[in-house]
């Protein structure tokens, strides 16, 4: 590991490679390529009441892995489930996936829903939501994802024109204990809470229908919405409204 992470900051163009699903087809050149598939980061397990996901385990491994279809509501698998075929999700890494902050995302609103932190070489953890935030996130080797094992009810929606197509928008709701978390990603920008969504469900008293059809649209005014050739601006503003609803219907009705 040490010895990647000196490769990898020697000054040069170098990158990490993960599954090397995305990476190779962009026009990129590399000076070097750091392959750290040997380095025993590949196996899901469980300690101290959390889910420590390796970098390089794939896809597959976590649409497969049979805790993740229960913790609230399988969220975590029907999202890494969601991305193109098996055959790229053999290939593709949770490392990659949340490294690369990849704005057309379907894990990363999953595990923002969640409580989710990363841990890298040099930087040591941080929480997937500061993660996010970051400017600048430097040269460093993710090595493991960690997902707080509690209960709690999840929803997730990825809404595609086809199944093997990007997100035209994508919303990720939990409910742990009364307490609410409103993911919306594919913007097409990076995924982000809804605070003010967020926050309006923590305070309103009764989480009846009404109260949720307004967090919906309140989640939906506070966030930037952009266009491109999936969907409008005025599209994905309204795809948030019907997804926000439905995800909180789920987990609170
Ligand atoms: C054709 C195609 C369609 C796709 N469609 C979707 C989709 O609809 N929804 C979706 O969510 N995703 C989609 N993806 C993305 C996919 O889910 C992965 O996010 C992507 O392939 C990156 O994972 P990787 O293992 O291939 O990473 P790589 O391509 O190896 O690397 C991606 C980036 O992350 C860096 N990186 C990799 N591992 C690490 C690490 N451990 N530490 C630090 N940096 C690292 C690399 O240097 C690079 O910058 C698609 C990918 C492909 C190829």
């Known amino acids: 590991m040490e010895e990647a992470y000196g490769i990898l900051n020697?000054?040069?163009e170098n990158a990490v490679i993960g599954g090397g699903a995305w990476i190779r087809m962009l026009p990129r050149e590399l000076d070097a390529a750091v392959d750290i598939s040997g380095l025993g980061l590949g196996t899901i397990k469980k300690e101290d009441g959390r889910y420590e996901i390796g970098s390089m385990v794939t896809l597959r491994?976590?649409?497969?892995f049979k805790p993740f279809s229960e913790l609230f509501n399988g969220i975590i698998s029907k999202s890494a489930g969601a991305i193109m075929g098996v055959s790229i999700r053999n290939i593709a890494t949770a490392g990659g996936s949340v490294a690369g902050r990849f704005g057309f995302s379907d894990l990363i609103p999953a595990l923002l829903a969640l409580d989710t932190s990363l841990f890298f070489h040099a930087r040591g953890g941080i929480s997937l939501e500061d993660y996010m935030e970051s400017k600048d996130v430097g040269k460093d080797i993710l090595t493991k994802i960690t997902i707080k094992d509690h209960e709690g009810r999840g929803w997730f929606h990825t809404?595609?024109?086809?199944?093997l197509d990007f997100a035209v928008l994508n919303?990720?709701?939990s409910n742990s204990d009364g307490r609410c978390r409103i993911i919306v990603g594919a913007r097409p920008y990076k995924a982000v809470p809804a605070y003010d969504a967020m926050k309006f469900m923590d305070e309103c008293g009764g989480k009846t229908p009404a109260a949720i059809r307004e967090a919906a649209s309140i989640a939906a005014g506070e966030l930037k919405f952009g266009g491109n050739q999936r969907g409008s601006r005025e599209y994905r503003i309204e795809l948030c409204k019907t997804l926000v609803e439905r995800g909180l219907s789920e987990v609170f009705l």
């Open 159 to 163: 809404m595609k024109n086809t199944s």
């Open 171 to 173: 919303a990720a709701v």
């Open 61 to 64: 491994q976590v649409e497969m």
């Open 10 to 12: 020697d000054g040069g």
